[in-house]
């Protein structure tokens, strides 16, 4: 008998309605459903009339549960994975088990859907084609500032945090990369009381204490970019801008190339746009 599939499916952050048809279709038809909490998923399958076994598979039992997944898909039984929100494996449970099904030979199939991290990237307005996808620092402060320590990353960065730590790392953030740094804090995303705000890091706390419910929720962080430093005057156009105060053009290209090694015939150019 050939193994089962492995679906890999994605389920709402939030709004219970965002569970698209192909998912809700691969919940109804997968033989067994494992799920970070079964209360949790129960609520997701009972809002669409579905009625399937669930198996936990979570932090603290993902090697045994997946070892007792990967038995029923040897024995040709088809199992949807999700976790209790967004797509499993991306900060949640489950990367061991589909590891394990691609070592067994079993298909795995992604179902893909509602991702946290890219919802609030989309909602950020930070013009840029790559990111950095962090997930959840080190709950610990000294680690945590430790892991900031070592972050450099020009493009975006974003991070998943806790309501009792959003404050501190938001104040940690401003220390490592100093006020003016943009920053947008989404909240409670696609919830009843959802907010996307965009930011400098030196506002942060102020828009925490603006409302008391604001460090409620789970929240994601994107940290914008580093502003694009002015480019420097390299040692040819810094001589050639000197020389054309006292010089024609040509004469002061020529000494420029002399002094900086740069070639005449494109300081030359420099010096005639200059004149313009």
Partial sequence: ???????????????????????????????IVACEDTRTTRTLLARHG???ATLALHAHNERSASAKLLEELRAGRSVALVSDAGTPGISDP?????EAAHREGVR???????????????????????????????????????????????????????????????????????????????????KKFEEVARLPLGQASAWLDAQAHREQGEFVLVLGPAAAAAPALDEGDRALDALLEVLPPSEAARLAARISGVPRNALYRRALKRGK
């Fill in 108 to 190: 795995v199939v992604p179902i893909p859907g509602a991702n946290a991290a890219i919802a609030a990237f989309s909602a950020a307005g930070f013009a840029a084609d790559r990111f950095l996808f962090v997930g959840f620092l080190p709950p610990k402060p000294a680690a945590r500032r430790k892991a900031l320590e070592a972050l450099e990353s020009a493009c975006p960065v974003i991070f998943y945090e806790a309501p009792h730590r959003v404050r501190e790392t938001l104040e940690d953030l401003r220390l490592r990369y100093g006020a003016e740094r943009e920053v947008v804090i989404a909240r409670e995303l696609s």
């Fill in 94 to 98: 489950g990367a061991l088990l589909v």
């Fill in 1 to 31: 008998m050939p193994p089962g599939i492995l679906y890999v499916v994605a389920t709402p952050i939030g709004n219970l309605a965002d569970a698209g048809p192909r998912a809700l279709e691969t919940l109804r038809l997968a033989d």
């Fill in 50 to 52: 579905i009625e399937r």
